[in-house]
């Protein structure tokens, strides 16, 4: 027989299965084991998430809709400050009953693992280069310090040298196409 490994995110389903039309909501809050991402941010082990489960039964198997809750741990991207985001995910997914037929998610023993279908949402809505604030400035390129810090600091100079060939361009004043009016004026007489 294999031991079936214990997990906080396996959910029992034993009063739902094969009960076409039940359903039971399951609030729960568990620890990661381990780490949920490898970024600049991730949710750390031993963080708590919070899950709030709804489980139907379908013949099929069992409908189960989430929203997890955690918070991300990191620095800035721009700043590097540690920083803390809170991370928010939904997600529905099918665990069919056992077929014969190759499923990605199947109920096993009258339980469903939640788990791996947590760790791939949380991962997904991690940012990729987070921020502190929308608009952080970084750090001096000269001196390192963190400008949000040292307002003294900011000067035009420390604008993105990448974008100093657009800075001779002025914006010009549209009012609009001439030739999109006459163009809907030939389509309305038509």
């Given at each position: 027989m294999?031991?079936?490994?214990h997990?906080?995110?396996?959910?029992?389903?034993?009063?739902?299965?094969?009960?076409?039309g039940?359903?039971?909501?399951?609030?729960?809050?568990?620890?990661?084991?381990?780490?949920?991402?490898?970024?600049?941010?991730?949710?750390?082990?031993?963080?708590?998430?919070?899950v709030?489960?709804?489980?139907?039964?379908?013949?099929?198997?069992?409908?189960?809709t989430?929203?997890?809750?955690?918070?991300?741990e990191?620095?800035?991207?721009?700043?590097?400050?540690?920083?803390a985001?809170?991370?928010?995910?939904?997600?529905?997914?099918?665990?069919?009953?056992?077929?014969?037929?190759?499923?990605?998610?199947?109920?096993?023993?009258?339980?469903?693992?939640?788990?791996?279908?947590?760790?791939?949402?949380?991962?997904?809505?991690?940012?990729?280069?987070?921020?502190?604030?929308?608009?952080c400035?970084?750090?001096?390129l000269?001196?390192?310090?963190?400008?949000?810090?040292?307002?003294?600091?900011?000067?035009?100079?420390?604008?993105?040298?990448?974008?100093?060939?657009?800075?001779?361009?002025?914006?010009?004043?549209?009012?609009?196409s001439?030739?999109?009016?006459?163009?809907?004026?030939?389509?309305?007489?038509?």
């Open positions: 294999v031991a079936i490994k997990s906080p995110f396996r959910v029992n389903v034993r009063d739902l299965v094969n009960r076409p039940e359903m039971r909501e399951h609030p729960f809050t568990a620890v990661a084991a381990d780490q949920m991402g490898e970024g600049l941010v991730a949710v750390r082990a031993g963080s708590e998430l919070d709030d489960v709804r489980l139907e039964s379908v013949h099929e198997g069992i409908l189960v989430a929203e997890v809750d955690a918070v991300a990191g620095e800035c991207g721009r700043c590097l400050i540690d920083i985001l809170p991370v928010e995910v939904e997600f529905q997914e099918l665990f069919g009953y056992h077929s014969g037929e190759a499923i990605e998610y199947e109920v096993q023993d009258d339980h469903v693992d939640l788990e791996p279908l947590i760790r791939d949402a949380v991962v997904l809505a991690l940012p990729f280069q987070p921020v502190c604030r929308p608009d400035p970084g750090l001096d000269e001196t390192g310090l963190r400008l949000a810090d040292h307002p003294e600091l900011v000067t035009p100079e420390h604008s993105d040298p990448r974008w100093s060939a657009l800075a001779g361009f002025q914006a010009s004043e549209d009012n609009g001439d030739d999109a009016s006459d163009a809907d004026q030939q389509r309305e007489e038509r």
